[in-house]
């Protein structure tokens, strides 16, 4: 069965990348946050760069922040975006 969800991309992810957005289809054994950036990695060299270490990275399912071993489920969104930092 085919999934759907809806990548969210913020701050330096966004301004690289070029897309606020965009919708993915996923394949049945992508279950967890890495596996989905895995599938990114590959769609080109743009992905593979902004997403080349995810230990600069943070990510939300459906708002709530997880990690790379996260499981997917049945979330509709995946936020990817750089650390916050206060000032």
């Known amino acids: 069965m085919s999934r759907s969800i809806n990548l969210v991309y913020f701050a330096w992810v966004r301004e690289r990348l070029g897309l606020d ?6 394949r049945d054994e992508v279950e ?3 596996d989905v950036v895995a599938t990114l990695k590959a769609r080109g060299a743009a992905y593979a760069e902004v997403l080349s270490d995810s ?3 943070r990510f939300a399912l459906d708002q709530d922040y997880a990690t ?3 499981t ?3 979330a ?3 936020a990817i975006f750089p650390p916050v930092t206060g000032g």
């Open 21 to 26: 957005q965009e919708m993915i289809s996923l």
């Open 55 to 57: 230990e600069k990275l």
């Open 72 to 74: 997917i489920g049945s």
């Open 32 to 34: 967890t946050i890495g």
């Open 68 to 70: 790379v071993e996260s």
């Open 76 to 78: 509709k969104e995946l």
